[in-house]
């Protein structure tokens, strides 16, 4: 699922292609992740684009007021408005001539007036589109922590020290800190040494620190880098991310750590799946390591050989249909 950094990659190139640009027309296929489907295709029209914003892993685009004539032909809301968008696992938002046919699983065409489409794919459908006036929008944004881009020293720590629960678990939960997930929380976690388990009232405000400092050094990377692709994420161009090239720990499982060359594990944190180093960050007491997945060895080629051979190594060869029919005659 995409996070901070591959939404704020979309975000950035969204800035630079349709800022400015006022929708004209608004279509719609499937429509299960819209909050509500009519309230775009009656608001959305006549409206220019502001703004385009990243909120942790949502983004906002900022809508105008309508004009006198079009707010009474719309007959709705007329002051400035927002559509927050979440990508989902599968979602991509970009711009696209409007002539090009729709590719699959196109569900949200937004014609704009340059001749351009800006459209919203989504495969899986788990991401969301939501039309928010200025209230419904402060409504939707509270409770949110902190950006960990801005967040400051004191504040960091305060929000995960002293906390009984473990600090992988803090980091994804976004009251604490917003857009951080589990490639990102995985991979500062490895660079401050500090195993994903470790409950945040044993983190020192030391160790805050570090962690704040190489999580922010992370996200910038990452996002310099258009963020990471691991399966299905594009950005606002249509091109994957590259920081997927650097991950130390995320998906390495098994691998050698860049520091100690002790194989990377992994375990069940805050229900998703974890890797660290055992060695660079050494686990709680009692905490449960998954074991490693078994590598393949001279038993699976040995099985391979006697599947090719047509016959088990363990079993004598039966003699063939030729060499009965030969002993039968020599009697």
């Known amino acids: 699922m995409p996070e901070l950094p591959e939404v704020e990659t979309v975000a950035r190139g969204l800035r630079q292609a349709i800022l400015g640009r006022r929708i004209l027309t ?14 775009l295709e009656q608001h959305l029209p006549g409206r220019q684009i502001e703004a385009v914003e990243r909120y942790g892993k949502f983004m906002l685009l900022r809508l105008s007021a309508l004009n006198g004539a079009t707010a009474l032909a ?14 989902g696992m599968t979602g991509q938002l970009a711009p696209t001539p409007a002539g090009k046919p729709l590719e699959k699983h196109t569900h949200v065409c937004l014609l704009l007036d340059d001749g351009r489409e800006l459209r919203y794919t989504d495969a899986r459908r788990f991401g969301r589109i939501a039309y928010l006036t200025k209230t419904l929008l402060a409504e939707e944004l509270t409770g949110f922590g902190a950006d960990p881009l801005e967040v400051s020293e004191d504040e960091f720590a305060n929000r995960i020290c002293g906390r ?12 604490v800190l917003r857009g951080v997930g589990n490639i990102y929380a995985d991979e500062s976690l490895w660079r401050a040494k500090i195993h994903p388990a470790r409950l945040g009232a044993k ?18 990377k990452a996002i310099v880098l258009r963020g990471s692709s ?8 249509g091109e994957p991310g590259e920081y997927q090239r650097h991950h130390r720990a995320y998906g ?23 890797y660290f180093c055992p060695r660079c960050q050494p686990s709680p007491r009692g905490f449960a390591v998954l074991p490693l997945p078994a590598k393949k060895g001279t038993r699976s080629k040995r099985r391979v050989a006697s599947t ?23 009697r």
Not at 203 to 220: C, F, G, N, P, Y
């Open 252 to 274: 390495r499982e098994g691998k050698n750590c860049y520091r100690c060359k002790a194989p990377v594990r992994r375990a069940i944190v805050a229900g998703r799946s974890s």
């Open 74 to 87: 719309m007959n709705g809301d007329a002051a400035p408005a927002a559509l927050l968008v979440h990508l």
């Open 230 to 237: 691991i399966s299905d994420f594009l950005d606002a161009e």
């Open 203 to 220: 983190v020192s405000r030391k160790q805050a620190e570090t962690l704040r400092r190489v999580l922010q050094d992370i996200l910038q």
């Open 164 to 175: 009984r629960a473990r600090i992988k678990a803090l980091l994804l939960d976004q009251s």
């Open 308 to 330: 090719w051979s047509g016959r088990s190594p363990r079993t004598k060869k039966s003699p063939s249909r030729r060499a009965k029919s030969k002993r039968a005659e020599s």
């Open 26 to 39: 608004v279509a719609l296929s499937k429509t299960d992740f819209i909050d509500d489907p009519a309230a």
